[in-house]
């Protein structure tokens, strides 16, 4: 069983502000990942990890940007949101050892709503 | 470039019946991986199966099965005597040799509504 944790579950919030999306895993993994999905459609790659200082963007553009300065925690802040980064962003992590073992595991995602 | 398709975009069933989710991968890579995924309407997706390139051995795990098939770049996914609780998005995926970042990619899903 996986335990990576996402932190809100849900929020509400005004167009301008700045978030930050929390995600947290205790298994160790080197590998963090952000995706962003509309309610059961395609999952979008936005942000990824190696490890500690290392982050990439993924193949969907992004207006967010993230962090990795501790193994277990890989948060992703929007500096200005809009009603367009209304969504549902899930954190994955994984621990490939040499390819195999390369299953993510997922939290249960926020979902975000702009106002 | 790695690529899957799930050509069947929503399916219906009465429970008790048997279902497969169809999945076809396309990859340069002689070694890979693929997985299959659920997500329930509570939305976070559940690990269901990982199958390596180099096995080809089909899968069976209670009603679920997995039938992998190299020659037609297929790792179809059927539920036996499906149940309500089997109503979710299934994602297929299928990663590269390294098993991360942009070499790990997802299937647009396949929606299944399984009714009483």
């Known amino acids: 069983e996986a335990d990576i944790y996402q932190t809100p579950r849900y929020l509400v919030i005004g167009t301008g502000k700045k978030i930050t999306l929390e995600c947290s895993q205790t298994?160790?993994?080197?590998?963090m990942y952000w995706y962003q999905q509309d309610p059961g459609m395609e999952l979008h790659l936005i942000h990824y990890s190696y490890g500690v200082n290392s982050t990439e963007k993924g193949d969907l553009s992004s207006e967010s940007t993230v962090s990795r300065i501790r193994t277990e925690h890989f948060p992703l802040t929007l500096e200005s949101a809009r009603p367009s980064h209304t969504s549902q962003y899930l954190c994955?992590?994984?621990?490939?050892?040499?390819?195999?073992?390369?299953?993510?595991?997922f939290g249960p995602g926020t979902r975000l709503t702009v106002t | 470039a790695q690529k899957v398709t799930q050509a069947q975009t929503e399916i219906s069933v009465v429970e008790k019946e048997d279902v497969t989710l169809d999945c076809v991968y396309e990859t340069r890579d002689t070694t890979y991986y693929l997985f299959w995924y659920k997500q329930p309407p509570s939305g976070e997706l559940v690990f269901l199966i990982r199958?390596?390139?180099?096995?080809?051995q089909n899968e069976i795990s209670g009603r679920y099965s997995w039938n992998f098939q190299k020659s037609t770049s297929s790792f179809n996914f059927t539920i036996t005597a499906s149940q309500v609780v089997d109503s979710a998005v299934y994602f297929c995926a299928l990663s590269g040799p390294d098993g991360y970042g942009q070499n790990f990619v997802f299937g647009p899903g396949t929606r299944l509504s399984v009714l009483p």
């Open positions: 199958r390596n390139s180099f096995d080809e």
């Open positions: 298994m160790g993994h080197d590998k």
């Open positions: 994955a992590s994984s621990d490939p050892t040499g390819g195999v073992n390369c299953e993510q595991y």
